[in-house]
């Protein structure tokens, strides 16, 4: 039964870190818990560990109640931001570490050592130290000393926070396929919105100690149940407006609107993902709604920042085929119509997303 | 505790004359400090030759005192040792209250007098003090005896391994150790395997300080000790009688050789250093 | 932190059974003789002729040296980092000599240079009327050596610290040499030389190997207040050397706290 976390919660002096958050991960689920800084997701993670304990609720490792229970007794493996590889020791008694520690016989640990070089192909480097090695070797090795005393629960926080860009990507593919191979209940912490989606089998989404929203990555990409998950999740534009007639009126823009989310509220505000929106060329019937302000160039498409007739700005992308049929040019007025848009009531100025 | 020492070249100076004037006064003042006293001792001590300087440290007074020297330094070491290390631990890994006054509680031989240390012992265990009776019933001797020179030797050289560890410990950091508890590890498990090998060159150094520090005291001995010789003098104790009696070839022999062991501890302190700024 | 359980109770209790053995209940032997006779009879001990005489003394000393030193140990703490020359890693180890050598040992060598039977010492007596062995001279002597390393240690990290682009904007600017010490280099040092001396300073308080043997046992001549202690011990006067002995801890720790508490300001304002 994975993992079961009922009711958490931590403070610090007047501070609540984490405000009662529930939450379940199945048996060899892998689950990411996604928020902004800040938000009580490490400690969360930690409290799961035993790193932290909380002041209130419990929490179940594999069926069991191990809210009380030590950090060694918990058989949990841990994988840190910074890796924390024992510096004195080189990558093979790192691995080995746990399993000796637990006193597995000595052939074990030798075959299950080799077995996760092997995996997490450091073959060669059984007797190099952690300091000759580059960032992402050593969260290779870390996973893998993390991996070796075949732990029930599997947790990492925020585990490629320290590396670049591209070794972030590379290292992903390893968190999947080591995941695919071991099937070890996993939970790893990140603020990061394209790892969580990319690898995650679920997503808890975090915000002020909070779970704003648990769901797949689709869930929670397409059917945002906040403006802040919306936000938080991929890029989107914020368009402010009111409520008339029943419906939410932004600029020129209609759209539907949930009555009961949005009961007794008269300003809204659309939010709209960049790629969600048809850009054409003004014509009969399609009024010109807005002026091309700026285009660059991002690599994988093309980026159009538009001045909507209200003066709001609106950011969409388009694909470089599209970019080309439109022929558009900064200057130029242009007709807009998004093809999705959730509504919220409207946020206080301090959360804003927009790009 | 300094690093290795760097070079930072200073910006060109203007005056041409600062540097020479700067250098000259500078190392004139530390051969002046430093250099010629100790100069001036070696030489002394050898002026009546080799032969006779030997002789000197062939005595039984002599070699007694420095027997009686290296134990009471060996003692004090492997007291504070031990107990620095759990104490450095407790004051950075643990919580509680009171832990502010137990850290500055350290400092305390450092703020005291070697006369006073001595006399604080007098007072605790000397005929009109605290432990008196009890002692008496029990037929131990601490005062004028060899166990009160242990004590004091240790209290004067208590603070150093707390004070080499303690930041060490800090700067390691928690992150290895919790790493070590959620692989299984225990407490001691993971102090041996995981924190003694990042510790040991700050203990080693805080070691050597001690040792220098235990094997250097006079005053507390002197104090406690009742200096019999051949009984309870130590090298340091031999010396002060030698003066006193004007034994003035033997007196600066046994400092020689003082000074030549403190060479090699110093020797070893900087080699220390190096590894500690290694480490970190 | 480590939760509490057995193991760490067990640590935390040896740790607390030990210093308050060792340190505490010494501590308060002398604090409750001292003041065995209340207040009163303190003050009355510490103000007799002698003892005063010897607290001065003492004071002045300290103080005289630890301006000494504050200046010299800052020099050479500059010297060795900024200039190159040869033999500086060698000097740079025998800073601490000083604190390897036995405070006895010292005393010693500086009366076998100094010492009125000397050939220095005849010569600086009948020439410049300059007596350094039993008297004051030779004790702010003794007390430099001892503690020359305190200030060049503490001076040491910050001068390597201190980045040079702050000094080339300096220049860059306009200013010149002794401006840009002034206002860039000696602010950054600061912390470090007071931390330097006024450890010199308490240090020097309670010194007593190389003392007794430079200056001697003259009261009201060169008797400072540990070799009082010592010669009230040795007559069995315990109220004078409990008292005093109280002045001199209290005094010392009490500037010892003062740097303690300097040093971890000094680093939370450096942390932010």
Redesign the interface.
């Known amino acids: 039964m994975g993992i079961s976390v009922k009711n958490l919660t931590k403070r610090f002096g007047e501070f609540t870190a984490v405000d009662h958050v529930s939450f379940e991960v199945k048996q060899g689920e892998l689950v990411a818990l996604l928020g902004p800084s800040g938000s009580g997701k490490s400690t969360i993670l930690r409290m799961i560990?035993?790193?932290e304990t909380p002041d209130e609720g419990e929490i179940f490792l594999t069926g069991e109640d191990a809210t009380a229970l030590?950090?060694?007794k918990?058989g949990?493996?841990?994988v840190?931001q910074?890796y924390?590889?024992?510096?004195?020791?080189n990558v093979w008694q790192n691995i080995a570490?746990?399993l000796e520690?637990?006193k597995f016989p000595q052939q074990d640990i030798k075959d299950r050592v080799d077995e996760l070089l092997r995996l997490v192909q450091l073959q060669g480097y059984s007797h190099h130290y952690p300091s000759q090695l580059s960032g992402g070797q050593r969260q290779r090795v870390a996973l893998a000393?993390?991996l070796a005393?075949k732990p029930k629960v599997l947790l990492l926080d925020e585990p490629f926070g320290a590396l670049d860009a591209k070794v972030r990507e590379e290292l992903r593919n390893w968190i999947r396929r080591l995941h695919d191979e071991f099937h070890v209940t996993s939970v790893f912490v990140t603020h990061d919105q394209n790892e969580a989606l990319e690898i995650s089998d679920k997503i808890v989404v975090v915000n002020q100690g909070r779970v704003e929203q648990i769901g797949t990555s689709q869930e929670i990409y397409e059917n945002p149940q906040s403006s802040f998950v919306a936000g938080f999740i991929g890029p989107v534009n914020v368009l402010r407006g009111k409520v008339e007639q029943g419906k939410a009126k932004i600029g020129q823009f209609e759209f539907a609107l949930d009555k009961n989310m949005l009961e007794g509220h008269s300003a809204v505000e659309a939010l709209i993902r960049p790629s969600d929106v048809v850009l054409a060329m003004p014509s009969e019937g399609k009024l010109p709604t807005g002026r091309v302000k700026r285009i660059s160039f991002l690599g994988w498409g093309i980026k159009v920042d538009i001045v909507l007739k209200d003066g709001q700005l609106l950011t969409v992308h388009l694909t470089k085929e599209r970019f080309q049929e439109l022929q558009l040019a900064e200057g130029q007025d242009v007709y807009i119509q998004p093809t999705d848009a959730k509504v919220f009531k409207q946020k206080v100025a301090s959360q804003d997303y927009s790009i | 505790?300094?690093?290795e020492?760097?070079?930072?070249?200073?910006?060109i100076?203007?005056?041409p004359w600062?540097?020479p004037c700067?250098?000259s006064?500078?190392?004139g003042?530390?051969a002046f400090?430093?250099?010629?006293?100790?100069g001036?001792?070696f030489f002394?001590a050898f002026s009546e030759g080799a032969v006779s300087f030997f002789k000197v440290l062939c005595r039984w007074d002599v070699l007694h005192a420095f027997g009686l020297t290296f134990f009471l330094s060996v003692l004090a070491v492997l007291v504070n040792a031990v107990?620095g290390l759990?104490?450095a631990?407790?004051?950075v890994?643990?919580?509680?209250l009171g832990k502010k006054f137990?850290n500055?509680?350290?400092?305390?031989?450092?703020?005291?007098?070697?006369?006073?240390?001595g006399?604080?012992?007098?007072?605790?265990f000397g005929r009109?003090?605290?432990c008196h009776a009890w002692l008496q019933a029990a037929g131990i001797k601490i005062v004028f005896s060899l166990p009160g020179m242990a004590?004091a030797t240790?209290?004067v050289s208590?603070p150093f391994v707390i004070r080499e560890v303690m930041p060490v410990l800090q700067e390691i950091g928690l992150?290895?150790e919790?790493?070590?508890?959620?692989?299984?590890?225990?407490?001691?498990?993971t102090f041996w395997?995981?924190t003694f090998?990042?510790i040991r060159w700050g203990l080693l150094y805080g070691i050597t300080?001690t040792f220098?520090r235990a094997?250097?005291?006079?005053?507390a001995l002197?104090?406690v000790s009742g200096a019999v010789s051949g009984e309870t003098e130590t090298a340091?104790l031999f010396?002060?009688r030698a003066?006193d009696e004007r034994m003035y070839q033997e007196?600066?022999a046994v400092?020689v050789v003082?000074?030549a062991v403190?060479?090699f501890?110093?020797?070893a302190?900087?080699a220390l250093k190096k590894r500690i700024h290694e480490e970190i | 932190?480590?939760k509490t359980n057995a193991?760490?109770l067990s640590?935390?209790v040896?740790?607390?059974a030990?210093?308050a053995f060792?340190?505490?209940?010494?501590?308060a032997?002398?604090l409750q003789?001292g003041f065995r006779n209340g207040a009163a009879g303190f003050l009355k001990s510490l103000l007799n002729p002698a003892a005063w005489h010897a607290f001065k003394l003492t004071l002045w000393t300290a103080l005289l040296m630890a301006a000494i030193n504050a200046v010299?140990g800052t020099?050479?703490a500059?010297?060795?980092?900024?200039?190159?020359?040869p033999g500086?890693?060698l000097?740079?180890?025998?800073?601490?000599?000083?604190?390897?050598?036995?405070?006895?040992?010292?005393g010693?060598?500086?009366?076998?240079?100094y010492g009125p039977q000397q050939a220095l010492g005849s010569w600086l007596k009948h020439h410049w009327g300059w007596e350094i062995i039993f008297a004051p001279t030779g004790i702010i002597?003794a007390l430099?050596?001892v503690t020359?390393p305190l200030v060049v240690?503490t001076v040491?990290?910050l001068?390597?610290e201190?980045d040079?682009d702050q000094?080339?904007a300096s220049?860059t600017l306009g200013a010149?040499?002794w401006t840009?010490f002034w206002r860039v280099l000696f602010p950054a040092i600061l912390p470090g030389v007071l931390t330097g001396t006024l450890l010199s300073f308490?240090?020097a308080?309670?010194?007593?190997?190389s003392v007794?043997?430079v200056a001697g046992n003259i009261p009201f001549k060169s008797q400072t207040?540990?070799?009082y202690?010592?010669g009230e011990?040795e007559s069995q006067n315990?109220q004078g050397?409990?008292a005093m002995?109280v002045m001199?801890?209290a005094l010392?720790?009490f500037?010892?706290?003062l740097v303690?508490w300097f040093e971890k300001r000094r680093r939370s304002v450096h942390a932010r």
């Open positions: 560990c035993g790193l030590p950090i060694q918990r949990v493996g841990f840190f910074h924390a590889l024992f510096k004195h020791m570490f746990g520690v637990q000393r993390a005393p | 505790m300094p690093a020492i760097q070079l930072v070249k200073p910006i100076q203007r005056n600062v540097r700067l250098l006064l500078v190392l003042y530390i400090l430093i250099f010629v006293p100790v001036t001792l002394s107990f759990i104490i631990w407790v004051l890994r643990h919580d509680f137990l500055a509680l350290v400092d305390l031989p450092f703020a005291v007098s070697p006369v006073v240390a006399y604080m012992l007098i007072l605790l009109t003090g605290w004590i240790a209290f208590l992150e290895e919790q790493a070590a508890h959620t692989l299984g590890a225990n407490g001691w498990q395997r995981v090998p990042s300080l220098a094997m250097g005291e006079f005053g002197f104090v340091t010396v002060f003066m007196a600066y400092s003082l000074a403190s060479f501890v110093l020797l302190m900087e | 932190m480590a193991g760490a640590l935390r040896t740790a607390l030990y210093l060792m340190l505490l209940i010494p501590l032997a002398v003789d010299m020099l050479t500059y010297v060795l980092v900024r200039y190159s020359f500086r890693s000097i740079n180890s025998f800073i601490d000599l000083p604190f390897a050598i036995p405070t006895l040992v010292t010693v060598m500086l009366v076998i240079l002597l430099l050596f020359f240690r040491e990290p001068l390597m201190i040079q000094e080339e220049r010149s040499s840009t308490s240090r308080l309670g010194e007593f190997g007794v043997v207040a540990a070799v202690v010592w011990i315990q050397a409990s002995s001199l801890v010392s720790f500037v010892i706290l303690d």
